[in-house]
């Protein structure tokens, strides 16, 4: 059985035993999360979906970490005008597993 569900202004395909790094969730490690805003739940090749959330349709999830991803880097630059200028950013995320997928 799969879920897509939206978190963080994403949509993402999950399953029982799946992990995903979404935007950054206020939560603890090792606590469990319950993600309600589900779209669609499959099986095989039935599909149940919402308009636009399924009712009584929820994700519960594990969060395993918190970090970082890869910097970005970033340069402007206007030329023959001696303009330069570097920065970077990381975007935060939340690592979760997938627990069970109620429909």
């Known amino acids: 059985m799969y ?3 939206k978190t963080g202004g994403k949509q993402y395909k999950v399953a029982a035993g799946d992990r995903l790094k979404v935007e950054q969730i206020a939560a603890e490690v090792g606590q ?3 993600l309600d805003q589900v779209l669609a739940v499959g099986q095989g090749a039935e599909l149940k979906t919402g308009s636009p959330l399924l009712a009584g349709a929820s994700v ?3 969060v395993v970490s918190h970090g970082l ?3 970005v880097r970033i340069f402007k ?3 023959r005008k001696h303009y330069q200028r570097h920065g970077g950013h990381r975007q935060p995320y939340t690592e ?3 627990g ?3 429909a």
């Open 3 to 5: 879920a897509v569900i």
């Open 32 to 34: 469990e999360v319950v």
């Open 60 to 62: 519960k999830a594990t």
């Open 69 to 71: 991803h890869p910097k």
């Open 77 to 79: 630059m206007r030329r």
């Open 96 to 98: 979760l597993e997938i």
């Open 100 to 102: 069970s997928v109620a």
